[in-house]
């Protein structure tokens, strides 16, 4: 018995050991690519190839079910033309196993399957053979595009993969009576220039780069991300000017248009009114097809064509809402969405476009920007902080952009509650709401939607004392029902939360290390009040404490204060910065922890003994 406890003692003292054997060590990832190539070459008929090439050799049984055992390669028929130069797998003894026809299987792409309008898309799924770990799959394959495939020939390249790359090789090939305009991203690796066959080669080699990070609450957009933008375009307004030279952007309507829009001009005469009515049935009756542009030739079918077909993508959407507006006598213009750090007019990329919007300027209300895709509950003007916004208007004789500053979004919340009794809390609170957390359209669509606004309390009554697009107040009397959970003759409270805050934002739990920069939804100034009248038969148990941090990042504020039967919690947070760069991650986290701290959150009062 005594060596057999032994035994054990000596395996967990070994486990242990073992485990920080394999902390110690590099963290092997699921696969690796040991080589990528990807190369464009532009043609001198205005055509151009794509090659990609890759060599991944797997690590894990989770890399060969779950990840990689399928490449997919979409591609538009009516354009390209899709060919396999080769496919076959290295196993780990060296046996090379080619890739058999069966494992060649055109289907619909999955964002193609209900939209059929774009049911001539195809996508190629190449289904991997003789994966075992330590196997190396290898592929290469070219598109051919044809010249009316694109505006101009441009493009958007991002280097970083799911998995780390030993060696990645990106080439871009033009005649040599072409210039190419290009940008890089948060790299400094210049390109090698070289003449080849008449043709400019532009080469980047890069070692080791990492794979994409994984974490949670990752900047959008992959703007921190490696990556290149180029065009032979001689800027962004010649690709512009192809790209809105169509029919689609004169918003014609047709006659069951023109019906539905009448029938509403009867009902409202506010145009505001109007404006989210014919959003709402455009976002809720219209399918969206989430297809990319670029897989789309750049090329988008007309209003009538969208609702004709019950479906359309981002842009086909917005210029159907933006056709409806306009019929109804409102001034109304599609915009595109592109991030700053990939807007540069000097170079001719569409690939930049992230989003569209519609800029509409009401008359006796202010200018607001709207999605045709999801129905928004604030002028989205406050959430495009570092965003250029270019409007799409074929009549404009130059690039015409907004860029939004960063607004103020401010929560205030006040209220004095008596506890009744157990079973009950009444009293009266005041909010404040201004910027992104002032949900100004939805109290315009319907103001009882401030009975919402306070979790965890019923709404006895409310009076909106001002309601403007940046600024908000809203007085309340409100009951709190069996507010409490009871252990013993201890009551516990969670008290109440503005929904529009920072409280709904699911922060994850925070990490030793991360690898990738934190975006928070909006920068916030936060803070609530509470002022809590204790009946007699009940004591606080809550103790009297303060923290208060301030950093780089912003501020916490956290008070507890007593005073005979009354008590007072006071919450305070102000953070400053939308992205929040690695080395202060550790302040961040310092902010966010103490911001979430139970004890501020809590009210506890405890039965006295009679």
């Not at 929560?411 to 100004?440: H, M, Q, R, V, W």
Request: proline share 4%; with cysteine; aromatic share 12%.
């Amino acid at each position: 018995m005594k060596n057999r406890i032994f035994q054990y003692i000596l395996i967990l003292v070994f486990g242990i050991f073992s485990g920080n054997l394999v902390q110690a060590q590099d963290y092997q990832s699921e696969a690796t690519y040991l080589k990528l190539v990807k190369e464009y070459q532009l043609n001198e008929d205005g055509s151009f190839d794509f090659n990609y090439s890759k060599q991944l050799k797997l690590n894990s049984y989770f890399a060969i079910n779950r990840i990689y055992g399928e490449t997919f390669i979409v591609y538009n028929p009516k354009y390209q033309e899709l060919k396999i130069n080769e496919a076959y797998t290295i196993m780990a003894d060296g046996k090379k196993v080619i890739t058999p026809d069966n494992a060649f299987n055109e289907v619909l792409p999955r964002y193609a399957a209900n939209a059929p309008a774009f049911n001539n898309l195809r996508e190629m799924v190449v289904t991997h053979t003789g994966l075992e770990r330590n196997a190396i799959i290898n592929l290469d394959y070219t598109i051919h595009s044809s010249k009316d495939f694109l505006p101009d020939f441009f493009g958007k390249e991002m280097f970083n993969q799911s998995s780390p790359v030993n060696e990645m090789i990106f080439k871009i090939k033009v005649p040599a009576n072409k210039t190419l305009q290009f940008k890089t991203l948060n790299i400094r690796t210049a390109p090698e220039i070289t003449n080849e066959n008449g043709q400019k080669v532009y080469t980047w080699i890069f070692k080791n780069l990492q794979a994409c990070s994984h974490d949670r609450l990752r900047p959008a957009d992959d703007i921190f991300l490696p990556g290149i933008i180029f065009s032979t375009a001689k800027d962004l307004h010649r690709v512009y000017d192809k790209f809105i030279d169509s029919k689609s952007f004169y918003y014609i309507s047709n006659n069951a248009i023109t019906a539905i829009v009448d029938n509403m001009l009867a009902k409202e005469k506010d145009q505001m009114e109007i404006i989210l009515d014919l959003q709402k049935l455009v976002v809720n009756d219209i399918n969206y097809w989430n297809v990319p542009l670029e897989i789309t030739a750049y090329k988008c079918r007309k209003a009538v064509e969208t609702w004709n077909t019950n479906g359309g993508t981002a842009l086909e959407k917005t210029i159907l809402l933006t056709t409806t507006l306009i019929k109804a006598g409102i001034n109304a213009i599609p915009v595109a969405v592109i991030p700053d750090k990939f807007y540069d007019p000097s170079i001719g990329c569409l690939k930049t476009f992230n989003n569209f919007l519609i800029q509409v300027n009401p008359k006796k209300h202010e200018q607001l920007y709207i999605s045709a895709i999801h129905l928004n509950n604030q002028n989205l003007k406050y959430d495009l902080s570092g965003n250029t916004l270019l409007i799409l208007d074929p009549a404009i004789e130059s690039l015409k952009t907004y860029t939004c500053k960063q607004s103020e979004n401010k929560i205030e919340f006040e209220c004095e509650l008596n506890i009744d009794s157990t079973n009950k809390i009444t009293g009266e609170a005041k909010i404040e709401l201004a910027g992104n957390s002032n949900p100004y359209i939805n109290l315009l669509k319907n103001d009882k939607s401030a009975e919402k606004f306070i979790s965890s309390v019923k709404v006895i009554d409310f009076d909106i004392k001002k309601l403007k697009q940046d600024y908000s107040k809203i007085d309340y009397t409100i009951e709190i029902n069996d507010p409490f959970e009871k252990h013993d003759n201890y009551y516990f409270m969670n008290i109440p939360q503005i929904k529009e805050g920072s409280g709904i934002w699911r922060l994850p739990l925070f990490t030793e290390n991360r690898s990738a920069k934190i975006e928070i939804p909006f920068t916030i100034n936060e803070s609530y009040e509470y002022s809590f009248v204790i009946p007699e038969g009940f004591s606080v148990v809550n103790s009297v404490n303060k923290i208060e941090i301030t950093n780089d990042l912003g501020s916490v504020y956290l008070e507890i204060k007593k005073n005979k039967d009354k008590l007072k919690i006071i919450r305070k947070i102000s953070l400053n910065k939308k992205i929040i760069d690695l080395n202060k991650y550790d302040d961040f986290k310092e902010l966010i922890k103490a911001w979430k701290n139970k004890k501020y959150r809590q009210l506890i009062v405890k039965e006295l003994k009679k």
